[in-house]
């Protein structure tokens, strides 16, 4: 099995990345991708609960094995990496030297937390992460995809929630209840928070993008 991800350059063409199984292995269901200020491509191996680190001009290798199965990932200027583990109910940060630490989430599926520390905060099911050019990390996280699978959890939990510099958690973006009346009009500031999103009745809300973002998935 070869993977290959295609990115596109500012100019339109196409860049591929190609990941042999001679470097890493078999790649089992890769679900997010990310691209590092230097070119470096970064793969969320789910099935193989670990990230793959593709140089643009060097060999793939596996940067980090994860605690859990890995979904979004996202990448900021320094090089550190942002994990979503959905099964985990956290969010991890891994360094450029593959180690890792815990960034959001205590690994129990919940809705407290939320306005303190992203540590000690619980989240339900974050499947999609970004990161902005100041730093700030955005999650999505989604009761449905919880529901679905089978992890456990609280009722409806449709958010966006973004980590700040200084470590906080908040909501950005959702109510936390299914829904569409944030579809098709401006949904900003304090009305983004009553927004209501169902964007796939199996898999809830999934990815993120930050405009001007280093890179996201």
């Given at each position: 099995m070869r993977a290959r991800a295609a990115c596109r350059r500012a100019e339109g063409s196409p860049a591929y990345y190609r990941l042999d199984t001679v470097d890493v292995g078999p790649v089992g269901t890769p679900h997010g991708?990310?691209?590092?200020?230097?070119?470096?491509?970064?793969?969320?191996d789910t099935g193989g609960e670990r990230i793959v680190a593709r140089p643009r001009d060097g060999v793939a290798q596996t940067l980090a094995t994860t605690p859990g199965r890995p979904y979004g990932v996202?990448?900021?200027?320094?090089?550190t990496i942002y994990a979503a583990l959905r099964r985990?109910?956290?969010v991890i940060r891994v360094a450029p030297d593959g180690s890792s630490t815990a960034f959001a989430g205590t690994g129990i599926a919940g809705q407290s937390g939320g306005g303190g520390p992203a540590i000690a905060a619980e989240t339900v099911a974050p499947n999609g992460v970004a990161v902005d050019a100041q730093g700030n990390v955005y999650i999505t996280q989604s009761a449905i995809t919880s529901l679905f699978f089978g992890l456990g959890g609280p009722g409806p939990e449709e958010r966006?929630?973004?980590?700040?510099?200084?470590?906080?958690i908040r909501t950005v973006a959702g109510s936390g209840a299914f829904g569409t009346d944030g579809v098709g009009r401006t949904c900003a500031g304090s009305a983004a928070r009553r927004c209501k999103f169902s964007l796939s009745m199996c898999h809830g809300l999934a990815?993120?993008?930050v405009e001007n973002a280093p890179s996201a998935s």
């Open positions: 991708v990310a691209v590092g200020a230097d070119g470096t491509l970064y793969v969320a996202a990448v900021d200027r320094s090089g985990m109910h956290e966006v929630r973004v980590v700040d510099q200084g470590g906080t990815g993120v993008l």
